[in-house]
């Protein structure tokens, strides 16, 4: 299902309300898997754009914190890697469904 996503913090920090935040258009995905570098199952929200490719950096030990008529918001942990060592902050997500859109099928599906 296709979703128009806007992170609501930048490097853990909430991004006040009178800044215009960017919005992504993508399929939005949440899986568990097995995460190789926490060595756990956790809980992995991805959105991929149209061209295939990942606009932002996933969340890790995703959760919906709350949901409205027209908007949930997600919230969980961006790591990143730096010169020394990982990092990470809580991010969270305000996701709406992008009524009318459709991702594009590959060919021979």
Known sequence: MIFIVTPL???GVKIPND?????????LTMITTLNPILRRNVCEAMLHA???????DSI????????????????????HQTRRGMV????EWAVRAAEG???PVPEGQ
Request: charge should be neutral.
């Open 19 to 27: 800044k215009k935040l960017r919005s992504y258009t993508g399929d």
């Open 50 to 56: 149209a061209d295939g490719s990942v606009p932002l």
């Open 101 to 103: 859109k459709q991702m």
């Open 9 to 11: 913090r930048d490097r």
């Open 88 to 91: 990470e902050y809580i991010q």
């Open 60 to 79: 890790i030990d995703a959760q919906i914190t709350s949901m409205g008529s027209d908007v949930m918001i997600l919230r969980g942990t961006e790591y």
